[in-house]
């Protein structure tokens, strides 16, 4: 299992680009023609004029890690920072995308491979939820993939339609989440997938880009059906680390670190001052 956030970074960006995949630096963190936007949210955003038909690029396949930050607008989790093992203000993401080239069962493949075969997790241990109408995705990853449906979950529009804002471009998404074991669930017998504690973890979030939602609310066809896909690296990071929260992974350990010696605090000795180290970092 790759053991480095580092490693991660590079096992990522050579899968795709192996694959044909152009490698694209991360966008800036403020979008500069988008006013819908207050910072990057997303790997999509620097594409959304290719998602729209607006503008085009020497590719048709991109593979970015995304600098985002989520503190406001429709991806707002500034209110969960410092209370989750899972959620900051900024993070880094992950994404495989395709202009009109591959679309869902490419994503579907391409995301199952990487995930079992170069960050070597466990397949067994691995979940798949679908938009509930969604037919082709979850035939896909039922025949095609050989996942078994007590591990395919069909969820509705509020899990599984994504989108970037309150218009724009968007579609029905399928992710990718490990169980982690009842030791990071809730506790409750209801406990199962979609559920908000920390045992069914969300990892990658692949969007079928098929729309384009108006002010009206209105879906309409994009002029090219594509894929837009999200990984945090902070959760993989953790995961393949094997410990217990991001938080506890090499890509905040020494920011953890540096924190406590300059206010005197240590890290894990006090849930109150985690919750706030967890904000700083």
Same mark, same amino acid.
């Given at each position: ?109 391409? $995301?199952? =491979?990487? %995930? ?6 466990? &397949? ?5 939820? !679908? +938009? *509930? ?98 990984? $945090?690296? =902070?959760? %993989? ?6 410990? &217990? ?5 090499? !890509? +905040? *350990? ?28």
């Amino acid at each position: 299992m790759i053991a480095t956030s580092l490693e991660l970074r590079q096992a990522f960006v050579n899968y795709f680009s192996t694959r044909g995949h152009t490698v694209v630096p991360s966008g800036p963190l403020i979008p500069q023609a988008d006013p819908t936007l207050l910072f990057t949210n997303a790997g999509m955003n620097q594409f959304k004029g290719v998602f729209l038909g607006e503008e085009s690029r020497p590719y048709s396949r991109a593979v970015s890690i995304q600098k985002c930050m989520r503190a406001g607008g429709k991806h707002n989790d500034l209110e969960n920072v410092g209370f989750t093992r899972r959620h900051h203000t900024f993070f880094e993401m992950l994404g495989n995308f395709s202009f009109g080239d591959y679309f869902k069962e490419e994503a579907i493949v391409f $995301g199952w =491979e990487f %995930l079992t075969q170069t960050a070597g997790l466990p &397949a067994d241990r691995l979940w798949v939820t !679908v +938009f *509930r109408d969604d037919q082709e995705a979850y035939d896909l990853w039922h025949t095609r993939m050989g996942i078994s449906e007590s591990r395919l979950v069909r969820l509705g529009e509020k899990d599984n339609f994504w989108q970037m804002g309150e218009t724009g471009p968007c579609g029905p998404c399928s992710e990718i989440l490990i169980d982690q074991g009842e030791a990071f669930g809730c506790g409750r017998s209801t406990c199962a997938v979609g559920c908000d504690c920390d045992r069914y973890l969300e990892l990658w979030n692949l969007v079928f880009m098929q729309f384009d939602r108006d002010l009206a609310g209105t879906l309409n066809p994009l002029p090219k059906p594509s894929i837009d896909t999200g990984m $945090g690296l =902070e959760r %993989l990071a953790a995961v393949t680390q094997e410990v &217990a929260s991001n938080y506890d992974s090499d !890509v +905040f *350990r020494p920011i953890l670190e540096s924190i406590g010696k300059g206010t005197g605090r240590e890290y894990g000795a006090s849930l109150e001052a985690d919750r706030s180290m967890r904000v700083i970092a």
